[in-house]
């Protein structure tokens, strides 16, 4: 029997899955949480066969709770399962050690099959998310994007709303030095001068999705 560990911030993701897994004698849900914190505590109390994660999530986020569970020496393998199939995602989450990446539209049978593949230390992708991995070991020469911080997306994507600095810091609860500085960061990491060039290129690089 797998012993499984859910990290979603949205509580009805946690529901249907650990309903899911419930149902099946080869899955025994040992724990359920919300949020990147909440996941290094209860992977290093129960030491868990695979952890499924999802990356973004208010607080810590999904690929730090990676890397410090791997800093941790805590032996569970972490299944990433996010609606996000960007660069931006998908390479720190495997970069951090996780063993396998699949999107929350993967079906039913797919999915434990990619648990099961998990706890057995195979690695699992999305066929999207393989492509990406594929083309960036494609270009050789070219040197990785460093990704964006979860708080620069943040700041971009309410500068990309139409927020001023401080309407930005105010929402974010911080500083508008701070906001500023996330901003000159994200800057350099697009190779842009200026709010509109950093907008349209994080929208360009699928950092930023359209608002519906």
Do not use: W
């Not at 499924?52 to 032996?75: S, Y």
């Not at 930005?168 to 800057?187: D, G, I, M, N, P």
Request: aromatic fraction near 4%.
């Amino acid at each position: 029997m797998i012993r499984l560990l859910i990290v979603d911030d949205h509580p009805v993701v946690r529901d249907g899955l650990r309903g899911m897994f419930a149902a099946d004698p080869r899955f025994e849900v040992i724990g359920e949480v919300g949020d990147g914190a909440a996941a290094i505590d209860a992977g290093v109390r129960l030491r868990p066969d695979v952890i499924l994660m999802d990356l973004r999530m208010p607080g810590t986020d999904g690929v730090t709770a990676i890397r410090e569970l791997a800093r941790r020496d805590v032996p569970s393998r972490v299944l990433v399962l996010t609606t996000y199939d960007t660069d931006s995602d998908v390479l720190p989450a495997v970069e951090a050690g996780a063993t396998g990446y699949l999107l929350k539209d993967a079906p039913r049978d797919e999915l434990c099959r990619a648990v099961e593949a998990a706890a057995a230390g195979q690695a699992v992708l999305a066929p999207s998310v393989a492509t990406r991995l594929l083309g960036q070991m494609r270009q050789p020469g070219q040197a990785p994007q460093p990704p964006l911080s979860p708080r620069e997306l943040e700041v971009l994507d309410l500068v990309a709303g139409g927020a001023t600095n401080r309407e930005a810091a105010k929402r974010l609860f911080l500083s508008e030095a701070t906001v500023k500085r996330h901003l000159l960061h994200a800057y350099a990491k697009l190779g842009v001068n200026d709010r509109a060039a950093a907008v349209a290129t994080a929208f360009s690089r699928g950092y930023l999705t359209p608002r519906p």
